[in-house]
């Protein structure tokens, strides 16, 4: 993978946050627990973190459903904003290892998808409902089956479109990137 411009990875946190909100709000289904839902917006996060490394996932991430809840809702939800911000991050940890511009195989969608269940876990499982005990003084087990459900159905996403995702991007850049100027 191409090192990145500053400025390139700038302009990627402001759409890629943008693109996140409106897949928040637009992009996902109910699954029936309160302020539980599939969301798709994490398959992109996933996407933007590979590509542009794990400052970018962590911001895209923060930003991205800070300004989801706030726009949709009124406020942030800050436990479930910094869960987003280390799904993005972790994930981002494994760009470099998965270098998806040199093609996207067997080898880097098992890092991939091991890497996006371990921010997932991480995230749904252990951040966002302990942080929602810590600063709202939420019920322990509302708050841990909504991690629970919002963590796999955004692991399932992930692996799903994520890993569609990724590959066709990396078949995109590969193709893109195969026409060289002769001198």
Partial sequence: MGKKSSIQTIVAIGIGAAVFMILGRFGSIPTGIPNTNIETSYAYLALMSVV??????????????????????????????????????????SSKKLNIEGGFGKKQI????????????IAWFVVAPGLDIIIYA??????????????????????????????TYSKVKMKSGSLRIEE
């Fill in 138 to 167: 939420e019920p322990a087990n509302k708050v841990f089956i909504q991690g629970i459900v919002g963590g796999v159905s955004n692991m399932i996403t992930v692996a799903v479109l994520g890993t569609l995702i990724l590959s």
């Fill in 110 to 121: 098992i890092i991939f998808n091991i890497t996006q269940i371990i921010a997932n876990a």
């Fill in 52 to 93: 542009y490394g794990p400052v970018a996932g962590l911001l895209i991430g923060l930003i991205g459903h800070g300004l989801k809840d706030l726009v949709f809702y009124g406020m942030p939800w800050f436990s479930w904003v910094i869960a987003s911000g280390i799904v993005g991050l972790v994930i981002g940890l």
